[in-house]
């Protein structure tokens, strides 16, 4: 049973930094892709970046390129997602997700979720 665990949220000023960790167990990854996404209150989940587990493609939303990085540590079965310039509107519950295949920004096509963690940015 694959398990993914995050860490790393918080409360934090705008202009400030964070970074999550994802960590993975219960399956070899070497096929999986790896996705952020983020709900905030009322809102649908949202694609964040996303990252093959082996060749490292990565890809962004809009909205956080240039302040987010998403990075994999192969030997630790961790994904990061390093989130700078942090503003108000990024404050939302943040979801890592993997899913058998190549990464996707579709929330629909991931097989497995975490449990989330919360991220709040003050202005």
């Known amino acids: 049973q694959v398990q993914l665990v995050e860490s790393g949220g918080g409360l934090v000023q705008a202009g400030g930094s964070l970074r999550l960790s994802c960590a993975a167990s219960?399956?070899?990854?070497?096929?999986?892709?790896m996705g952020w996404f983020r709900q905030a209150p009322g809102k649908d989940r949202d694609f964040v970046a996303s990252?093959?587990?082996?060749?490292?493609?990565?890809y962004y939303a809009d909205s956080v390129k240039g302040r987010f990085t998403i990075s994999r540590d192969n030997a630790k079965n961790t994904v990061y997602l390093q989130m700078n310039s942090l503003k108000p509107e990024d404050t939302a519950v943040y979801y890592c997700?993997?899913?058998?295949?190549?990464?996707?920004?579709?929330?629909?096509?991931?097989?497995?979720w975490g449990q989330g963690t919360q991220v709040t940015v003050s202005a």
């Open positions: 219960g399956r070899t990854f070497s096929n999986y892709g």
């Open positions: 997700a993997a899913r058998r295949g190549p990464v996707s920004d579709a929330k629909a096509l991931y097989d497995y």
């Open positions: 990252i093959s587990w082996i060749y490292g493609r990565i």
